[in-house]
T-cell receptor, first 114, second 115 residues
C-alpha cells in the first residue's frame, strides 16, 4: 500500500535551472496538494487540484507551476529555480469531502538551490 | 480567516513524564481540527482528528486531545512519553474555503524526549 509517493527524494539545483517534482497517489483521491515546509513556518500551500485537469493557486504560488493530467499524478514545476525556493516540498491527497477528511502526505522532496 | 497558533516551538521532557502541546485556533465558522506528527526525514502522519461530538479525542500512540470551543483550543496530551515520541507535531484547522478542503497549519512544536 504505497499511498502518496514523491520523486525524487533529494535534489540540488543551480540558480536558473528547471525541474519537475512528481507526486503519485494510489488511493483514487480527488484532491491533491503541494506544500512547502520551511523552519518555523509550518506548511504553506503552493498549489492544489480538485480533480483531473484542474489546478488552482494556494498561499505561495509564485515561481511554481503545476499540472494534473491524470487523476493519480500531480506535478510541480520550477521553471527558473531561485535560492528562496530551497525547501522541503510535500505532496498530499484527500478524498475531498469538504474538510472532514484528513490529508495523506508523501515523505517529501528536499530541494536545495545553490 | 482561519489561523492556528502553536504556543511552544520546542518542548523538552524526560521519558515517562506527561506532556501537553498547546494549540489555539481562530475561525469564524465551524472547524475540523487535526494533529499531525512528523518524524525525522518523513512526511506527516495523522495522530488524531476532531470533527464533531465528544470533545475528548483519542489518537494513535497513546495521544489524546481536547477540543475547547470557548477557549478556541485543541491541546494535545500524553500521560507518559517515550523516546520514540521525539518528533515535530503540527496542529491544523480545516474547513471549506473557496470550494476546497483548505488545511491551515501551525508552525509546529518540536518535542524532544530525553532519557
Amino acid at each position: 500500500n504505497a499511498g502518496v509517493t514523491q520523486t525524487p527524494k533529494f535534489r540540488v539545483l543551480k540558480t536558473g535551472q528547471s525541474m519537475t517534482l512528481l507526486c503519485a497517489q494510489d488511493m483514487n483521491h480527488e484532491y491533491m496538494y503541494w506544500y512547502r515546509q520551511d523552519p518555523g513556518m509550518g506548511l504553506r500551500l503552493i498549489h492544489y487540484s480538485v480533480g483531473e485537469g484542474t489546478t488552482a493557486k494556494g498561499e505561495v504560488p509564485d515561481g511554481y507551476n503545476v499540472s494534473r493530467l491524470k487523476k493519480q499524478n500531480f506535478l510541480l514545476g520550477l521553471e527558473s529555480a531561485a535560492p528562496s525556493q530551497t525547501s522541503v516540498y510535500f505532496c498530499a491527497s484527500s478524498p475531498g469531502t469538504g474538510g472532514r477528511q484528513p490529508q495523506h502526505f508523501g515523505d517529501g522532496t528536499r530541494l536545495s538551490i545553490l | 480567516a482561519q489561523s492556528v497558533t502553536q504556543l511552544d516551538s520546542q518542548v523538552p521532557v524526560f521519558e515517562e513524564a506527561p506532556v501537553e502541546l498547546r494549540c489555539n485556533y481562530s475561525s469564524s465558522v465551524s472547524v475540523y481540527l487535526f494533529w499531525y506528527v512528523q518524524y525525522p526525514n518523513q512526511g506527516l502522519q495523522l495522530l488524531l482528528k476532531y470533527l464533531s461530538g465528544s470533545t475528548l479525542v483519542k489518537g494513535i500512540n497513546g495521544f489524546e486531545a481536547e477540543f475547547n470551543k470557548s477557549q478556541t483550543s485543541f491541546h494535545l496530551r500524553k500521560p507518559s512519553v517515550h523516546i520514540s515520541d521525539t518528533a515535530e507535531y503540527f496542529c491544523a484547522v480545516s474547513g471549506l474555503s473557496g470550494g476546497y478542503n483548505k488545511l491551515i497549519f501551525g508552525a509546529g512544536t518540536r518535542l524532544a524526549v530525553h532519557p
